[in-house]
């Protein structure tokens, strides 16, 4: 086998592999975009409806009104926290993105050096090294 013929196989097999990845990480991004979005959605816990329009509902808002007014702080603190999260989440998830596109493109190129080097190398074999007869 020559070393061109095997280089075509490495690269093959390195596309391969690299679409494999790719299939796995593109079928798990619509899960991960819907959970971002409900991750974002869920961030802010002050503005949860607390009860309904029933009359047990309207008997119990007083109450309601004094545990948000006390929670007040708390909430707050635990909106701007999942907002802050939420958004971590969303920059860790475009970072991942970037590192397999990146990794996709380094893998390409070790195995087109890989080709070079191979080619050469067999260029290299059929020559006497300098100062040696053949």
């Keep these: 086998m ?8 490495v690269m093959r097999a390195l596309r391969e592999r690299i679409a494999e990845r ?20 869920s961030a802010d816990v002050w503005n949860v409806p607390l009860g309904g329009a029933s009359v ?8 309601r009104r004094a ?12 909106a701007a926290y999942n907002e802050a999260n939420a958004a971590v989440v969303a920059d860790l998830v475009r970072a991942v ?15 087109a050096l890989r080709a070079d080097v191979d080619a050469l190398a067999g260029e290299g074999r059929g020559r ?7």
């Design 2 to 9: 020559s070393a061109e013929a095997d280089a075509r196989g």
């Design 22 to 41: 790719r299939a796995r990480v593109l079928g798990t991004a619509a899960a991960d975009e819907c959970a971002l979005d409900r991750l974002a959605a």
């Design 56 to 63: 047990p509902g309207r008997a119990l808002s007083p109450l």
């Design 67 to 78: 545990l948000r007014r006390l929670l007040a702080p708390i909430l707050g603190r635990q």
């Design 97 to 111: 993105d970037v590192l397999a596109d990146q990794q996709a493109r380094t893998l390409d190129a070790v195995a």
């Design 128 to 134: 006497a090294a300098p100062g040696r007869p053949r």
